[in-house]
């Protein structure tokens, strides 16, 4: 029997008052350890996709070592920053250039991660250890613009992964100070990426609050509830969730764009991850789709529409 969707009512999710900080940096010393713990314990409850979302767990733990051994990189230009402030545009933008460190996480990431990953992914890991620089680049390149079609799936999460780590290590680097509020709200103030889920906090002077949470460099940026991410239309979202699922994962979905995030409710589950959590609901994201909504944006370490 297919599981039931369910409309909840907004009054169950908005609330909260008061003026939370409008960005929030995530710790590079523990974001991808946690986030690999998440991982486990999801695959350790029981759940269908348990294999899958132990490789996940792997991979973030490889994610952190990447990230332990990554070289320091440089702080911001004074120049480019008050350039970045003065036209509203994000310091670390994803479509800039990049340095070559990313390949180096890539590389540490698929040796960790290469002996516990299924055979028919074996050969995808070595053809990324022995690709060019100008390949690999291409293939962020594509991955940075959701270019899916030309993109191996089984590769996605490797690159997903090691840009993940790059940036993080980027946004430490500049620190928090230097980075803005941006005049759109459904991007990253840090690098301008879309928002791969939202996260409702606890661990902040206005507990409740909504955070975006950025699909590339680990941000999270403050979004009052009840606003749409994409459309910026206020009062026309909607949140569901699947009968006898995780009541802390909810698709927000707009009425007016027809669009959906999810959001994951730490009041409601402390440990509650936007990467791990969303891979771990996929079902819901079939059923959104069969109800006529469309997700606003990926996460990197999947394909859209991957079975």
Known sequence: MKPAIRIVPQGEILGGAGEPPALRLPDPGSFFS????????L????????????????????????LDAHPPVPGPDPARL?????????????????????????????????????????????????ASAQRLDALADRLLAFDYPELNPAAVPFLGAAL????????????IDAF???????ICPVCGSPPVASVLRIDIPVPGSR????????????LARGQCSQCEVRDKVAYFHIDGGNEAVKAEACEECR???????????????????????????VL????????????????PGQD
């Open 259 to 285: 669009g959906y995030l999810k959001i994951m409710n730490r009041e409601q589950d402390a440990l509650a991850d936007p990467v791990a959590d969303d891979l771990a609901t996929l079902a819901l994201d």
């Open 211 to 222: 955070y975006l949470a950025c699909t590339l460099c680990g941000a999270g940026w403050h």
């Open 180 to 186: 803005r509020k941006l005049d759109i709200p459904g």
């Open 82 to 130: 008050e350039l970045c402030h003065r036209h509203g545009l994000p310091p670390l933008a994803k479509d800039a250039s990049r340095d070559g460190a990313w390949r180096v996480a890539l590389a540490d990431i698929i040796n960790c991660v290469s002996a516990a990953a299924p055979a028919p992914v074996q050969p995808v890991m070595r053809e990324l250890l022995v």
């Open 164 to 175: 993940h780590v790059h940036w993080l290590k980027r946004a430490a680097a500049y620190g």
């Open 34 to 41: 946690d986030r690999a713990a998440r991982f486990g314990s």
């Open 43 to 66: 695959a350790a409850a029981g759940h269908a996709d348990a294999p899958f979302l132990a490789l996940m767990e792997r991979l973030a733990m490889a994610q952190q070592q990447a």
């Open 288 to 303: 959104m789709d069969k109800s006529g909504y469309e997700r606003a944006s990926p996460n990197l370490l999947f394909v």
